[in-house]
């Protein structure tokens, strides 16, 4: 398959992924139906730039475009909505690779960036230009505009913070034991159980599953940490679109869902990037420590042969 075939490939895919997982984030909309707490193509879109570089932007746009004429939108709603889909995750690409962003995710550094950058910052564009698009198309009030900026600021902002983790650093050869394997096995049901229980009880327990994603995290690094982020945040949103999450309006209920899903994803993020920053020196010094040992025997096996070449035998 030459180059021209692959990329229009990897479009096609993009497009596919996009439109897929919109109609699943669609089910759990908070807002008329079309404003998710948690989107997941934002994440695909800007995991997908990253991995395949800006070239692949079609795909985005005809996700995007698909998704939201499946809603019925008007045309010049739904052709802003798609122009600011795309944009915002184009920006959090420029924004990541301008400053060295690495896909590894394995430096504090590049947990920052994606969460300042690629999270917090470049989706605001695609927040103000889908409420833009829903007040000039009479979707919306002029009172409903900062409810829903909100909502999807914060929405994509989740996407980009719980899945482009996962998809970024999802292992694709993992040679490792049987125990282990069993030990990260055993470790996603029981954060898929308790993200379960404690979203859906009346008796408030959510940081029951902190452990758990510290566990991941110390463990795995973002291998178990961030599909344990992923299964403890789309728990949170199930659970608050079937109005189980908390008491209260939308507002309140978006305030307490946001802060324990930003909660979730950055404790996750920047502890696996901590963690795997720290072993990364680790190994560095124990590399260090090995070629030092190996330049020491060979200047002591140098000496040892220099004194004996100087020893005068026997007459």
Not at 84 to 113: E, I, M, S, V
Not at 144 to 149: L, T
Request: glycine share 8%; with cysteine.
């Amino acid at each position: 398959m030459n180059a021209a075939l692959r990329s229009a490939a990897t479009i096609a895919a993009v497009a596919v992924a996009y439109f897929a997982t919109a109609q699943v984030g669609l089910v759990l909309a908070l807002v008329k139906g079309q404003v998710t707490p948690l989107w997941l193509p934002t994440g695909i879109a800007v995991a997908a730039l990253l991995m395949s570089g800006r070239r692949i932007w079609p795909g985005v746009t005809l996700g995007a475009f698909a998704a939201n004429i499946s809603l019925g939108a008007p045309l010049f709603s739904a052709l802003l909505i798609t122009a600011g889909n795309t944009a915002a995750p184009l920006l959090a690409w420029y924004l990541l690779t301008r400053f060295g962003f690495r896909l590894a995710l394995d430096r504090l550094k590049d947990a920052l960036l994606l969460v300042f950058a690629g999270a917090l910052g470049a989706m605001s564009v695609s927040a103000l230009v889908g409420a833009a698009a829903m007040r000039a198309g009479g979707v919306i009030s002029w009172s409903e505009v900062p409810a829903v900026v909100s909502v999807w600021w914060t929405g994509d902002a989740m996407g980009v913070l719980v899945f482009t983790p996962l998809l970024l650093t999802v292992p694709r050869h993992w040679k490792t034991s049987p125990r282990r394997l069993a030990e990260a096995a055993a470790l996603l049901v029981t954060t898929a159980a308790l993200a379960f229980f404690v979203t859906t009880t009346e008796l408030r327990l959510l940081f029951l599953v902190f452990p758990m994603l510290i566990w991941a995290a110390l463990r795995f690094q973002h291998a178990i940490a961030a599909p344990c982020a992923v299964i403890i945040s789309v728990a949170a949103v199930m659970a608050a679109a079937g109005g189980h999450f908390a008491n209260g309006d939308l507002p309140t209920t978006m305030i307490v869902l946001q802060a324990f899903n930003g909660s979730v994803a950055l404790t996750g993020l920047i502890l696996s990037a901590i963690t795997s920053e720290r072993n990364e020196a680790r190994q560095a010094i124990e590399r260090a420590c090995e070629q030092l040992a190996e330049t020491v025997a060979r200047y002591q096996d140098e000496g040892v042969r220099k004194r004996l070449g100087r020893v005068v035998p026997p007459g």
